[in-house]
């Protein structure tokens, strides 16, 4: 009976995987259609709104075509929060996610674009050694699981930045090297998109963070009332840029800058920026202890 | 900064030295797809291109697609990749081959404005990530060569309406992304001094 229940919630993991990876890449959250809305109303530069009119259009032909909004199907990366008590391993979970993966690509089908890092050759339908990859948060005193869907990009993704600043840098030396790699960035990571920025913890951690925060809803702040203030100076400063709409000069550089943070070591000040483009694709799903899939959660 | 109708491949240079950088422009005829796989094998490993380059537009891409017989796809999902790491085959692309327009997102770093100014050539932006768009304004893949690149094969596309495009570095020696990243530097010193 136990062999059957984790069975059953496996597949129900791998359903959920599939659905979650081919929805989020054709259905964009409303949180960012509203913030893009907000930025086709603010730019002012020609070539700025005709790239964010362009988007605009895009967006609505992906819905009424049923189409993907963006040709790069991305890395699959899934963040999951696994209550205690909920009645499948992790080892299990992850299996599930990967299976799921692999089958939305070939059943749909989507582009693969996994390989081996040396000799480039595929790997698979999207998945391959260490990948998909999955963000573990664990839950105390409950029986829950959460999985997020964020197919990340490359375009975005080699805009990634880290610089071990020095606490005699301090929070001036952090802002500057996030404003420095916008602008060094310009229209490469497809902007306006997403700044997540990870602080504090140690070099891998800080661009882990980073990474968490590019997956965070747009209107989300940071708990700590310190960070969210950072945040916001962040935002302003970077939309002084002028970078603008894919880097052809505006008014709209990012649309959100989201920071997360851990507590460091007294001689580390480390800063990582992960860039999420426009198309910040994300899906979730909540599935209880007895099966049933929720695709109307957000977390 | 003017609207244009341009149809490739061109075979009057004046049609590229209309543009402005800054320009908005709607293509028409047909276009090639090629991507970093596709250049690495025709200037590193010396291998001729098995279509004419002759006055065309090439389009950075790697497209989904869907196998229905023999050397024949359908389109599903056809979408832009970034410029910047192709820079390089600029020169050699409009001088042995002819190209006249190269087509991406993200724009070209400073090393590709004198080859366009040299040699009459044109980057066109297009919206990165607009691909569902992107896809409606290609009617058909006439043709595919190197397909053991799958996906980074040279495609060529029949397009119709394929656009709006922006002008991002013209053949009279402008960028539209050197000017943002100049003026962009000059607003850094600035920002950092209010820090």
Known sequence: ?299 | MANHEVTFPITDPQEILKLRAGDEVTVQGHIIGIRDRTQIRIFDQGVEPPMDLKGAFLLHTAPNVRKIAEGKYEKICIGTTTSARMVRFTEPLGRQYGVRAICGKGGFPDEAIEPMHELGMVYFAIVGGAAALETTQIEEIEEVAWEELMPECLWKFRVKDFGPLTVGIDAHGNSLYRDVQTRAKAKLEELFARL
């Open chain 1, 1 to 299: 009976m136990a062999i059957d229940t984790t069975t059953d919630l496996q597949h129900t993991v791998e359903d959920a995987a599939a659905h979650l990876y081919v929805w989020s890449l054709k259905d964009i959250p409303q949180d960012l259609r509203d913030a893009l809305s907000a930025a086709r109303e603010k730019e002012t530069s020609v070539p700025g709104k005709r790239v964010l009119e362009t988007i605009h259009k895009n967006i609505n032909i992906a819905d009424s075509e049923k189409n993907l909004v963006c040709q790069d199907t991305g890395i699959a990366v899934y963040h999951v929060r696994v209550g205690e008590h909920f009645p499948l391993h992790p080892a299990r979970i992850y299996e599930g996610l990967r299976d799921g993966t692999a089958r939305a690509t070939v059943e749909h089908p989507l582009r693969s674009n996994a390989v081996h890092t040396i000799t480039r050759e595929n790997t698979g339908p999207n998945i391959g050694h260490r990948l998909p990859i999955v963000h573990w948060e664990f839950i105390d005193d409950w029986d829950g699981l959460d999985v997020k869907c964020v197919p990340k990009g490359s375009g975005s993704e080699n805009m990634s930045f880290l610089k071990m600043c020095v606490p005699a840098d301090g929070v001036k030396g952090i802002k500057q090297f996030v404003l420095e790699s916008i602008v060094g960035a310009g229209g490469k990571p497809c902007p306006p998109g997403i700044v997540g920025v990870g602080i504090g913890g140690s070099a891998d951690y800080a661009m882990y963070l980073a990474k968490e925060a590019i997956m965070r809803p747009i209107g989300t702040r940071n708990a700590d009332p310190i960070v969210a203030q950072l945040e916001d100076e962040l935002f302003g400063l970077l939309n002084e840029t002028g970078i603008g709409p894919m880097g052809l000069g505006g008014d709209v550089t990012v649309l959100q800058c989201h920071i997360e943070h851990a507590d460091t070591h007294m001689t580390l000040n480390p800063v990582a920026v992960n860039y999420q483009c426009w198309a910040a694709r994300r899906a979730s799903a909540h599935i209880s202890a007895t099966g049933d899939i929720d695709y109307d959660r957000e977390f």
